[in-house]
């Protein structure tokens, strides 16, 4: 455990800190060298936690985060609104999202509906990197001031073209995502139409 | 929007705006520039053909390529120095040409004058003749200004190649990195595809004006036709040019048919090889390698050349082409984002 997770830990039980920072010299040292595991690192453990990149090899991630582009976005900023083009499949890396539906507007205080609010680690929009001429069906907005890894089409093309194990690899996972949000649309439907018949047997 | 984030998206065109204006402004930066940069995207699909598949794979091409260059720099050499010779010998028979055809047009006038009774008082082969010597005389002057320009572009084409091979990466990714949020994934999306249509379209009339030229040198070199090589690389630099290139190509084997030759037997030989030539062109090479990049109206593609020409002189015509495709590509884009807002 790290030792800043061991403060949140405490931060979170109500437990007092201690007055001094209590940082063994050694393992200062080892999270100070620069030939220690810096920012990229960190990119590369972030990926290795992403359930549907786990079964990328070390190698694997490093030239995956090659492609990738880090984009910025401050609280309220739109970061694609629902009827946009699509072209890019994001991941969060610090921040959180929140994503509504029946937005077509430009007023961003009216947000339409929302959907759900997506946290560090989630990821959304893989439909804009893999269909052709993509709409985004909702509106994304930043929560607070957020970092979102993205990868677009032409990244896809590119690494299908140098890397093309990689980036079939990377295609199967996404396409596994897409299954797995069909399936439960498929089980909302399912449960939809159940309450449906079961509210026309009532009336 | 958040004022930052106008003053972001302000600053960014700004940058755009003053880049282009730059580029306008001088052109002696932008047209070496731009030759690096299509010798940069022309030599994009080797270096993924060595840079993907094993180790075995990439020796083998890499073999295959160090092959291939040495062994076509000997045609080469010896097709530029025949059409040195070519050029040489041209110029030696250019004062026979003129008398030649100071003659015909002598016999021309007599004839009208005999059928219509009508003098012509035009002469047009002294008229052509005076400005070729002022169109040489021209030239010469500017020989100290060509040599200026061209020791420039030995100075800066391989420095920006330089940059485009080695650094470009760096400096593409903070380009994009600069890209404001709001127009973050189209600009990019449209940029990559500008970038792939251009290459592909520099790379394809590249290949499909050597085939055109090589299939022209050959026959005219096998029916015995005089400067198979000059007209060959004529025929194949003037096919860059869409639709009007073929014409323009044709019209020096013509004049140099109706002035130095029996015209029954060869000049119908030559015109069935540039006609053969031609439909290659047109049936087999074309659909294969050009118009899956291109995917324009050719009425557009004849308006855009003569556009191109008029604004940026031969060059213009042969990049128009591209810059279209990719206005249409934009054009689309807006189209269908406007249809969704309404």
Known sequence: MSYEKELMDKVQKGEILPDKLDIPILKYLWDASPLGFGAKENIRSFFKKISILNSFSDNEIRLFTKFLHRREFIANEVIFRQGDSGYGFYFIYDGSVNIYANHLNNNIEERGDLIIRLDRRQYFGEMGLLEDFNRRSATVIANENTVLLGIFKPDLEKMLEFYPVLGAKFLRETALIMANRMGQLTREVMSLKKKIKELESRV | ?342
């Open chain 2, 1 to 342: 929007m958040h004022r930052n984030l106008k003053i972001k998206l302000f600053l960014f065109f700004f940058l755009l705006f003053a880049t282009i204006l730059f580029a306008i402004l001088f052109p002696r930066l932008t047209l070496p520039f731009g030759f690096s940069y299509i010798v940069y995207l022309m030599s994009k699909p080797l270096t993924s053909l060595l840079m993907t598949g094993s180790k075995k794979q990439r020796f083998f091409f890499s073999t295959l390529l160090i092959l291939g260059v040495s062994l076509s720099l000997l045609p080469l050499f010896a097709a530029f120095y025949n059409i040195d010779t070519d050029f040489s010998e041209f110029s030696r028979q250019l004062p026979e040409v003129q008398k030649n055809l100071q003659d015909k047009y002598f016999v021309f006038k007599v004839y009208i004058f005999e059928k219509f009774g009508y003098r012509l008082n035009i002469d047009p082969v002294t008229f052509m003749v005076k400005k070729l010597e002022k169109g040489g005389t021209l030239l010469l002057s500017q020989i100290p200004n060509y040599l200026s320009s061209f020791f420039e572009w030995m100075l800066l084409v391989p420095m920006f190649l330089y940059f485009l091979f080695f650094q470009s990466g760096k400096f593409g990714s903070k380009l994009v990195a600069a890209i404001p949020n709001s127009i973050f994934e189209k600009t990019y999306v449209l940029f990559s595809q500008f970038n792939t249509k251009f290459g592909e379209y520099i790379i394809a009339k590249f290949i499909e004006a050597t085939i055109l030229g090589t299939s022209v040198t050959i026959g005219l070199w096998a029916i015995g036709f005089p400067y198979p090589f000059v007209l060959g690389f004529i025929a194949g630099l003037t096919n860059i040019l869409p639709y009007i290139g073929p014409v323009l190509g044709f019209i020096p084997a013509l004049i140099i048919a109706l002035l130095t030759h029996d015209p029954k037997t060869s000049m119908l030989a030559m015109c069935l090889i540039y006609l053969i030539a031609n439909l290659i062109d047109m049936i087999l090479v074309f659909p294969l390698l050009v118009s899956k990049v291109v995917d324009l109206n050719p009425i557009i593609v004849v308006v855009s050349v003569i556009v191109g020409g008029q604004v940026g002189g031969v060059v213009g015509m042969i990049v128009i082409i591209p810059f279209i495709a990719f206005f249409k590509l934009l054009f689309q884009e807006i189209y269908k984002d406007l249809s969704v807002q309404l």
